[in-house]
């Protein structure tokens, strides 16, 4: 099935990464956290993942940045950022924000996109 990766420093809300685990689990998906982009960037050589979630400010580098990496080493991945309050641009890095405070419907919307528009190859580990 589709799986997660979860990108939050150490410092992001408690609450936001607990809704999305239990989001992620509740539609039987698998998923797996870290809290650096060194680590995402290890763990995305290691496996396939189609869903890419990553906070803006991480401990070694920045959501944006990161995600940009992201799109051009893994394009077929669906990456969303949680951006900082007020930063709401359009960017070919990611697909789709998710913005705080958000519910759990917010992240299933975010999957059943992730659905549609990226190929089942992706999607199929």
């Not at 797996?32 to 290890?42: G, I, L």
């Not at 951006?83 to 990611?94: H, N, S, T, V």
């Not at 992240?107 to 999607?123: D, E, G, T």
């Amino acid at each position: 099935g589709m799986k997660a990766l979860i990108v939050m420093s150490p410092g992001a809300g408690g609450r936001t990464k607990a809704i999305i685990c239990r989001a992620v689990d509740a539609m039987g998906y698998s998923y797996r956290c870290v809290d650096n982009a060194q680590k995402a960037t290890e763990a995305l050589k290691l496996e396939r993942y189609a869903i890419v979630i990553s906070s803006h400010e991480l401990p070694d580098s920045d959501g944006v940045h990161f995600l940009g990496k992201v799109a051009q080493s893994y394009p077929k991945t669906y990456r969303c950022l949680l951006p900082e309050r007020g930063f709401l641009q359009r960017d070919f890095r990611w697909h789709a924000i998710l913005v705080n405070p958000f519910k759990e419907r917010d992240v299933n919307k975010i999957f059943s996109a992730a659905r549609r528009v990226m190929p089942q190859a992706a999607l199929v580990s």
